[in-house]
T-cell receptor, first 115, second 111 residues
């Protein structure tokens, strides 16, 4: 079974440009999460989808970030316009069910570099 | 300050030695998980320990949890060069689905 996949693996853009990251969760996983690790700091939660609905977007840093999950399958995270501080690794994770103790499966991440 | 702070930040040991990493957190948790990240790769789940458990084993890994001290430790026994990676603890509080990660411990195992 394929794991969580993310595309691209690395993106280099200039400040002010737009970038769209994509995440394909494990097939059948209704829950999808975005996290990011910026400047070697801790990995921080961004938001959580249940199917196509945003369950929790409390971690989204500002309105330059837009996440979508049309159809409840893959998700995109758009950064527009990108700023230098957005550089980091963006992780996507998915899980099948919502139980009291469950595992989130993480993708390889997308390394974003804003110059 | 952040939940899930690991120490040490970096650890360098010889192959065959044991490696111990610690994680402290601040709020009551539902469970705690340890993840590994090899350079350039995604996060790999290692072990989950629930708040009512004190110790769990998985192969060469041993995790302890002390909820009274709000801390956890990850012990890797008989380390191998392939264990070289960053290790993160992640906590989840009841009623939420998000995990809170620490900054991680960078482990280097020298052959």
């Amino acid at each position: 079974e394929a794991g969580v996949t993310q595309f691209p693996s690395h993106s280099v853009i200039e400040k002010g440009q737009t970038v769209t990251l994509r995440c394909d969760p494990i097939s059948g996983h209704d829950n999808l999460y975005w996290y990011r690790r910026v400047m070697g700091k801790e990995i921080k939660f961004l938001l959580h989808f249940v199917k196509e609905s945003k369950q929790d977007e409390s971690g989204m840093p500002n309105n330059r970030f837009l996440a979508e999950r049309t159809g409840g399958t893959y998700s995109t995270l758009k950064v527009q316009p990108a700023e230098l501080e957005d550089s980091g690794v963006y992780f996507c994770a998915s899980s099948q069910v919502e139980t009291s103790a469950y595992e989130q499966y993480f993708g390889p991440g997308t390394r974003l570099t804003v110059t | 300050s952040q939940q899930g702070e690991e120490d040490p930040q970096a650890l360098s040991i010889q192959e065959g030695e044991n490696a111990t990493m610690n994680c402290s957190y601040k709020t009551s948790i539902n469970n705690l998980q340890w993840y590994r990240q090899n350079s350039g790769r995604g996060l790999v789940h290692l072990i989950l320990i629930r708040s009512n458990e004190r110790e769990k084993h998985s192969g060469r890994l041993r995790v302890t949890l002390d909820t009274s001290k709000k801390s956890s430790s990850l012990l890797i026994t008989a380390s191998r060069a392939a264990d070289t990676a960053s290790y993160f603890c992640a906590t989840r509080t009841s009623g939420t689905y998000k995990y809170i990660f620490g900054t991680g411990t960078r482990l280097k195992v020298l052959a």
